[in-house]
């Protein structure tokens, strides 16, 4: 095809003075009958088009990350770079607000390495749909960054006897002692420290499916405790 459209090119560009035939971008476009999209993918618009893709699907608007994303890979985009940036937007900016988000981002992914272009088109179009459409929440991505700042600068902590491993002979030095098991406890739930001096990471927002959890981390257990 491209064979066919640089001879039509050639052919249809008529000789200059110098004897040599220019072909220009319109000529070029004209013969193949298809626009040349503008993306370096070795530049500054490789980086700013995946951040506006992103930033599309974060900000809930599906028609625009769907442009953005057609036009990476009507540039020629490998996609799976595309789907790598729909996994991380899946986690990073819906998270548990719509746990199925990634899910559905990882199915697309599987299915780009699986079928190639054209037809890994649709499974990223329907994923993509999906992330910008979901609720939105970062609180697992700003939970995670937090805890790796304490673990980096905070307070150093050892694992607890009561939560070390216990098999073996590890019983006779306290591993295990007077751990709880949640399961033999009503609503599989006891209070137990499970961290030296706690601290709280992961802050459910009242977005979506995290509202249920926000929910479950407030109920009363037990003796009036609530769930750590």
Not at 128 to 140: G, L, M, R
Not at 217 to 228: A, T
């Amino acid at each position: 095809r491209l064979l066919n459209a640089l001879e039509l090119a050639v052919l249809s560009t008529p000789l200059e003075m110098d004897g040599e035939r220019h072909v220009g971008l319109a000529a070029a476009e004209d013969s193949i009958r298809r626009r040349a999209v503008r993306y370096d993918k070795a530049s500054d618009e490789h980086y700013d088009h995946a951040s506006a893709f992103i930033k599309s699907m974060r900000g809930s608007d599906p028609d625009a990350a769907l442009y953005w994303m057609a036009k990476m890979l009507e540039a020629g985009e490998d996609p799976r770079f595309v789907a790598r940036r729909l996994l991380i937007c899946a986690s990073e900016d819906v998270g548990n607000a719509d746990f199925r988000a990634l899910l559905v981002a990882n199915a697309a992914f599987e299915a780009v390495e699986k079928l190639g272009m054209p037809e890994a088109r649709i499974p990223l179009a329907q994923a993509v749909t999906y992330v910008a459409c979901a609720p939105k929440s970062n609180a697992a991505y700003l939970a995670v960054d937090a805890a790796l700042a304490e673990v980096r600068s905070g307070k150093t902590r050892e694992v607890p006897l009561h939560l070390r491993d216990a098999t073996g002979d590890a019983k006779t030095r306290g591993h295990g002692v007077g751990y709880k098991y949640a399961h033999d406890f009503p609503g599989h739930w006891v209070g137990q420290q499970y961290m030296p001096d706690p601290v709280r990471f992961y802050e459910p927002t009242d977005q979506g499916d995290e509202k249920r959890l926000k929910e479950r981390l407030e109920i009363p257990l037990g003796d009036g405790d609530h769930c750590p």
